[in-house]
């Protein structure tokens, strides 16, 4: 199984970035799959996570600036990330998993590498 995330970067605050995470290996689709982040000195929190079914979750400190949404043909997963500020600045993850929880990090038993989201003031 892997998962390769692309798209992370350096933006200013207030601008947009769009992650994505190429999957690969599964044997059957996983049931969830999200994006995750950390910042130095904090725990891995839950952004946003979708199931199959296409329902999301999304982490409380979103507030309707990221959309989560998936390309079942291109076994590729999106993150679009606007209206960015430095508090997002965290390296992202990727995750895929048979959750019971969307938004549960010990759900998820697939990581990426993670990328970086460096916003700048």
């Known amino acids: 199984v892997q998962l390769v995330e692309s798209g992370g970067g350096s933006v200013q605050a207030g601008g947009s970035l769009r992650l994505s995470c190429v999957s690969s290996?599964?044997?059957?689709?996983?049931?969830?799959m999200g994006w995750f982040r950390q910042a130095p000195g904090k725990e891995r929190e839950a952004v946003a996570a979708i199931d199959l079914d296409g329902t999301t979750n999304y982490g409380e400190f979103v507030l309707g600036r990221f959309a989560i949404s998936k390309d079942n043909a291109k076994s590729t997963l999106y993150l679009q990330m606007n209206n960015l500020n430095v508090e997002d600045t965290a390296m992202y993850y990727c995750a895929a998993g048979d959750c019971y929880t969307l938004l549960a990090t010990s759900d998820y038993n697939n990581w990426g590498q993670g990328i970086q989201v460096t916003v700048s003031s």
């Open positions: 290996g599964f044997m059957y689709k996983p049931f969830c």
